[in-house]
Nanobody, 123 residues
Framework: VQLQASGGGMVQAGGSLRLSCAAS????????MGWIRQAPGQEREFVAG????????YGGDSVKGRFTISRDHAKNTVYLQMNSLSPEDTAVYYC?????????????????WGQGTQVTVSS
């Protein structure tokens, strides 16, 4: 399985970006998928996850209300819509998939990882 993330870039504070993560090699329709980010010098942080049924969970108050995760089973793709971006959102964003959304939240022993996409928010 390969997870190909895209959509990162540089944006000014207050702007928006939409990340995409397309899975290939097998269908991940029964897997939870999500996004984990890592800023320079910081530990990885769970951002958002979505179960195969479409139930969503977000990592913390810093992203709730600004970020929205969704998925398209037909396209084997998960998305992260990010609005009202701030410099604190600057990080490499990784997509990931696992049978358990709790595993995605913990960030340990995740089954599949994508290659990450850089998001840079300037003030």
């Amino acid at each position: 399985v390969q997870l190909q993330a895209s959509g990162g870039g540089m944006v000014q504070a207050g702007g928006s970006l939409r990340l995409s993560c397309a899975a290939s090699g097998r269908t991940l329709s029964s897997y939870a998928m999500g996004w984990i980010r890592q800023a320079p010098g910081q530990e990885r942080e769970f951002v958002a996850g979505i179960t195969w049924k479409g139930e969503t969970t977000y990592g913390g108050d810093s992203v709730k209300g600004r970020f929205t995760i969704s998925r398209d089973h037909a396209k084997n793709t998960v998305y992260l819509q990010m609005n009202s971006l701030s410099p604190e959102d600057t990080a490499v964003y990784y997509c990931a998939a696992d049978a358990s959304i709790m595993t995605l939240r913990r960030g340990v022993r995740i089954r599949y990882w994508g290659q990450g996409t850089q998001v840079t928010v300037s003030s």
